[in-house]
């Protein structure tokens, strides 16, 4: 069957089919509302009604708070997105293309930095809002500029600096000493920078660039808080506003040194220096110092980031998951007795298990659900294959324990940022709901009762925080069994069931202790300087994970009770500000006009002897980001004609639909006499329509693309008629399927693992004035693979074509020179079309007709050797080296161009490369590449080349 009829019918299909959306920002079946307040206009569904009333009463009062602190007034509303989109805790901001923030309601569970908290809501806007009014201030030349060409990136001075002065600042300006709150006065934010000093206090010129080693993405946040309290307590409060007064007019990108230098009398790195000295004896307390850095045997060694601990009460065999930064997150097993864990499976990253001795392995892990939201599913995993079994689809299930009888599962599920506690069967259907929590009641960790039908659970509640409770599934009622101003997680109850197991920072360290609830007897376990979590008992053996400062490994050491301890039972309440609702505009239907608009412009201009070209380009989307588009148009006010190119994205049906149509024109001069003479003008034009439908998982992206598009050559304008040259026609229709499971771990030279597919079909068949005729297929495919040690990559290529007689040519040639491996990606945001892929890279071989044929066979072997991690960079300019590695290729391709037979020759190419990951203007990821290119074959040219692109 012709591939243009299977068009036919799959673009049919497609537009008539049921439950079968994009869904890329957001679900397609929520409706959207929105609402104003003075400062913020809030969009939303109508299950948040009550909670977008409560974020807009809070953000009023961080902006009566924050705005006169920053001396900044945003000139228009700021836009909220409130979601429900995600089980993980997180939101962002941006300047661009207007003031916005996006909100997610899941409160954070677990102790990770983010749970010192009055309010999840509260500490939230709180530093995203920080962000807008940051990153929105400016004043002078900066600010004269917007008036002219809008909000142009390259015209906000304080976007222009290293992440950790923006996130140091919001984090320094969400924490209130007085109320105890935030990350910048947490034990957790204490321990990381206490154990930083111990193993080695970052450089500036380290922690200016975005690092993999650790403690990774906590940096910018953790030296920055810190920064800014060191400011506060030696320079004063007036100076750090003076700090951002006199950077908000800057013009001139990345001088925070001598911004420094200009308010504080010191560079940057005199301050730094300061700044490390000043910590010292603030966090290494002669006390502190005193005490061991671990406590009892070390089980692993290799730091970076352990967590989701579970025991097998049978047979003593302990679970947890490891993320070592060069292999994906691992289901790890220690028997009872062992000193060392061998790898049961793979997990995906923030995965929390639960084990019962009959029931088995219970894995909650993210998932994609309707390719736009992020939910915790429930799987049981299987210990002899390792082979994971999926029991909820959206389930959103981020807690879940067997009961004691290993006959039900009880789970935490939150929605719309409220807990509430289930029982399910075994096969994860809900039974009933046992409890639901109101105002922001947050669940964490939980445990079952080994013999009686009860739990305990960390739990936080607004005004008193997080205290240990005991749930009785019977009675189906909590009792409060800690009351105190303590951070209480990951509670177990002891192997016969009369005492309780957790992680507390009750003396401002984070250790281990064991409590009687029947006596309320406390012992403490541990007494170290980093920090004890996530405890398990073995027998006698006490197993938990121990923070120093390369991260968490695995200790044991025995259960050993001294004299109990008594701690104060009472709460030091948080300081509270009365809040008044603001006035707020009546709800209307969401209408994306007010943010799709145009807010800045670029200048497009190029002068030349033949060329005097004027033109502008501009983008935008509005907050939900169903309309997505870029456009430009220019002039050649010489020569009278002009250029333009159109882009569009819509993601809200069934497919994505994506248009484009672009037409420009190019110049071919002859120098005479030191003059350019223009001979030929020639004008191209490409237009195509694109269908995308998505299937989005955390482990990989698919995407079906069924498309056509045109690209028109012709001569626009002819010095001489004997110039001319033949107009260029070609017309397609296509379909293509990609797949990308691929993935780069933070400590790896290039990408670690995974597959790439690209598998297309096209024909000009039905398009009359095509210069191309028939069909054309092509198969491109990669592996990668670890297979020699943890830290180097193997990559395969294969990529095969067929083209009929009169369809479009394959080429080979060196023209493509960069990395070694090409991306075929399944991003269906991508601008790359998967369509009319006719260029291959073939290193050493420039393009030629005895390259060019309708048959396609090249293969690529390619092996990359990590050799340095940098992570060093200047100020001045502002260019890091991040890491250096080596990579040797092998090319063995051919084309030709009768179908029924072999190629009668293959050109052969091999690559040496030095490569150097580098960090340009602090956070553009950028690879110099020094390769020697060994060409064998006819028409090869050995060569050496340095070049700079994209990792």
């Known amino acids: ?62 902006h009566q708070r924050l705005s006169p602190w920053l001396d900044w007034q945003p000139q228009e509303p700021t836009e909220i997105l409130l979601s429900d989109g995600s089980d993980l805790s997180n939101g962002w901001s941006s300047p661009l293309p207007y003031n916005q923030m996006t909100l997610y309601l899941a409160a954070p569970d677990e102790v990770n930095a983010l749970e010192d908290h009055h309010g999840w809501l509260e500490m939230l806007i709180t530093h995203e809002y920080l962000h807008v009014l940051h ?124 911004n420094a230098e200009t308010v504080l009398g010191k560079d940057l790195s005199q301050l730094w220096d300061e700044f490390h000295h000043w910590l010292k004896p603030l966090l290494l307390t002669p006390e502190l110092r005193q005490l061991p850095v671990a406590a009892g045997e070390a089980i692993s060694d290799d730091g970076y980031l352990k967590s989701a601990m579970t025991l097998d009460r049978a047979n003593g065999d302990l679970y947890f998951s490891r993320d070592d930064g060069v292999n994906a997150t691992q289901l790890m097993r220690l028997r009872a007795g062992a000193n060392h864990a061998d790898v049961v499976t793979s997990l995906i990253y923030g995965s929390r298990l639960n084990l019962h001795a009959t029931a088995g392995i219970l894995l909650m892990q993210p998932q994609r659900c309707d390719n736009a939201n992020l939910y915790y599913d429930l799987y ?90 005991e749930f009785d599934l019977t009675s189906e009622r909590w009792q409060q069994l800690t009351f105190n101003q303590a951070i209480e997680s990951a509670p177990i109850y002891s192997p016969d069931g009369n005492s309780t197991l957790f992680s507390a920072d009750y003396n401002g360290v984070y250790n281990l202790y064991q409590r009687a609830p029947a006596s309320g007897e406390l012992w403490q376990l541990t007494d170290r300087q980093g920090g004890a979590f996530m405890p398990q008992q073995q027998g006698e053996s006490l197993l938990y994970l121990a923070y120093s400062g390369r991260g968490f490994d695995l200790y044991r050491t025995p259960v050993q009770r001294n004299n109990p301890i008594s701690l104060p039972e009472n709460k030091t309440q948080p300081i509270t500000t009365a809040v008044t609702q603001p006035p707020l505009s009546a709800v209307q239907r969401y209408q994306p006009y007010s943010t799709l608009r145009p807010r800045a412009w670029f200048p497009l201009i190029y002068l030349g002897d033949n060329r005097s070209e004027w033109g502008f380009s501009t983008s935008g989307h509005d907050i939900l980001q169903r309309h997505n588009y870029s456009l430009s148009f220019s002039y ?111 400590l790896n030279s290039s990408i670690s693992e995974g597959q790439q597919l690209l598998l297309s079909g096209q024909s000009s068949d039905p398009f009359a004035h095509s210069h191309f005729k028939g069909e054309r297929y092509l198969f491109d495919y990669q592996l990668f693979s670890q297979p020699f040690n943890n830290n180097q990559q193997l990559a395969v290529n294969l990529s095969l074509g067929h083209a009929a007689a009169g369809a479009r040519p394959f080429q080979l040639g060196d023209d493509l020179l960069g990395h070694p491996i090409p991306q075929l990606g399944s991003d269906p945001l991508a601008a790359t079309s998967p369509f009319n892929r006719s260029e291959f890279l073939l290193p050493g071989y420039p393009a030629s007709a005895a390259l060019r044929g309708t048959q396609l066979l090249r293969g690529l072997l390619s092996y990359t050797l990590p050799l340095a991690r940098i992570e060093r960079g200047w100020m001045s300019p502002p260019v890091a080296a991040d890491s250096i590695s080596a990579s040797l290729s092998a090319y063995r391709a051919a084309v030709w161009s009768q179908p029924q037979s072999l190629p ?13 990951d580098l960090w340009l203007f602090y956070s553009m990821p950028v690879t110099l590449t020094l390769a020697a290119v060994k060409a064998p074959d006819a028409g090869g040219n050995d060569s050496i080349y340095l070049q700079l692109g994209s990792p």
């Open 135 to 258: 990153l929105d201030m400016r004043h002078g030349s900066p600010a004269t500029l917007q008036r002219l060409f809008g909000r142009l990136a390259l015209l906000f001075p304080q976007a222009w600096q290293p992440a950790w002065l923006h996130e140091g600042l919001a984090t320094y300006l969400e924490t209130d000493n007085g109320a105890a709150i935030g990350r910048g006065q947490s034990s957790y934010y204490r321990m990381l920078m206490r154990m930083e000093l111990l193993a080695g206090f970052k450089p500036l010129r380290q922690v200016n660039q975005p690092l993999a080693s650790w403690p990774l993405g906590s940096v910018p946040y953790l030296y920055g808080v810190w920064f800014f309290q060191f400011l506060h307590a030696n320079y004063g409060e007036a100076a750090i506003q003076q700090l951002l007064q006199s950077y908000s007019d800057n013009l001139i990108p990345f001088r925070i040194n001598s």
């Open 904 to 916: 009668e020759s293959y050109r052969h190419a091999w690559v040496a490369a030095l490569h150097v």
């Open 1 to 62: 069957m012709k591939i243009w009829r299977v068009l036919i019918a799959l673009t049919l299909s497609l537009l008539q089919a049921e439950n079968l959306y994009a869904d890329l920002a957001h679900s397609h079946d929520l409706e959207w509302l929105s609402r104003d307040s003075p400062h913020f206009r809030i969009h939303y569904n109508p299950a948040q009604h009550a909670t977008a009333i409560k974020v807009l009463t809070i953000a009023e009062t961080v």
């Open 380 to 469: 049981r995993i299987d210990l002899t294959s390792g082979d994971k079994t999926r029991l909820t689809e959206c389930g959103r299930y981020r807690r879940a324990i067997w009961s004691s009888d290993g006959k039900s599962i009880i789970a935490v599920q939150q929605q719309g940022g409220e807990s509430r506690l289930l029982q399910l069967d075994a096969a994860a259907n809900p039974i009933k709901t046992l409890w639901q929590g109101t105002n922001g009641d947050t669940l964490g960790e939980i445990n079952s009762h080994p013999q009686q039908n009860r739990l305990i659970a960390s739990r936080w509640q607004r005004d008193t925080g997080w205290d240990l409770y």
């Open 636 to 746: 050649d006010s010489k020569n009278q004609w002009h250029s333009e190119a159109v882009n569009y994205l819509y993601d809200r049906w069934k497919p994505l639909f994506k248009l484009a149509a672009n037409r420009w024109i190019s110049h071919d001069n002859l120098e005479v006499a030191g003059e350019s003479l223009l001979l030929r003008a020639r004008r191209r034009e490409e237009s195509g329509a694109t269908m995308v439908l998505p299937w989005l998982s955390v482990e990989s992206t698919t995407a079906l693309h069924v498309g056509i598009g045109a690209t028109e050559e012709r001569d626009h304008w002819l010095l001489l008629p004997e110039l001319a040259s033949p107009d260029f026609s070609d017309r397609y229709a296509g379909v293509a399927l990609t797949y990308n499971s691929s993935r780069r771990h933070p």
